[in-house]
């Protein structure tokens, strides 16, 4: 489903210069495609009165925009100070011995990806994780696996 461009249009009238409602609206774009598509930075462009790269610039930026289509699980780890102390690269390691799959990278049939992070802001729950864009804490070995691998339960 694209960006509601009724939705964007309300969005954009709540701020005082239409470009800042750019984040706002690749926000709404991803939520609604799973990832911000070419066409929704021509359409977000056209909307704001921006030229294709302005948006770009602005996606290129932002760590927490897709570009791509997302796997159908996604394990994203914080490596931040108390993360990294309580055993966030160990799990990394154990994950990608068993998987192939590191940092960064989508298993082969997409069905689950791996990423690093920055602070979560979760350090009383070190290792933390986003399991599909939802926080949780502490992260073991077992856990990251059985995740990937389907045997964990999604989050609704």
């Known amino acids: 489903m694209p960006l509601d461009l009724e939705t964007a249009r309300a969005a954009v009238a709540r701020y005082p210069s239409p470009r800042s409602a750019l984040l706002t609206l690749l926000w709404q774009a991803q939520e609604a495609d799973g990832w911000v598509t070419p066409q ?3 359409t977000v462009a056209e909307l704001l009165g921006l030229t294709a790269s302005d948006v770009e610039s602005v996606l290129s930026f932002y760590s927490m925009y897709r570009r791509t289509p997302p796997a159908t ?3 994203q780890v914080c490596r931040s100070l ?3 102390m309580k055993g966030a690269e160990e799990i990394l390691e154990h994950v990608r011995a068993e998987t192939g799959v590191g940092p960064g990278e989508t298993a082969p049939d997409g069905s689950f990806s791996v990423e690093v992070v920055e602070c979560l802001a979760a350090c009383d729950h ?3 994780c986003l399991w599909n864009e939802r926080m949780e ?3 073991d070995k077992q856990g990251a ?3 990937l691998r389907g045997q964990g339960g999604d989050p609704a």
């Open 126 to 128: 070190a290792p933390s």
């Open 82 to 84: 108390a993360c990294a």
């Open 73 to 75: 699980r996604r394990l």
């Open 137 to 139: 804490g502490p992260l």
């Open 40 to 42: 929704t930075v021509e």
């Open 145 to 147: 696996l059985a995740r």
